[in-house]
């Protein structure tokens, strides 16, 4: 089974062959894809301490 990192470069040499601004636009998805996936993997793993420092800027600021 392909990881999607390579079925993505996969597609992107399939669709860049077609022309260069289309293959252009695929790296795009892929670079931003990526960036998004990377986010979310960092939002994910950091996301009980950034509860724990939403709380407390709520406390500090007499929210609860």
Do not use: C
Request: aromatic residues 2%; glycine residues 14%.
């Amino acid at each position: 089974m392909l990881s999607v990192k390579k079925r993505l470069r996969v597609l992107a040499g399939r669709l860049g062959s077609a022309g260069s601004e289309r293959g252009d636009a695929v790296n795009w998805l892929i670079i931003t894809l990526g960036v998004a996936i990377a986010a979310a993997a960092v939002v994910t793993v950091l996301r009980p301490a950034i509860e724990n420092a939403g709380q407390q800027i709520a406390t500090l600021l007499g929210g609860g």
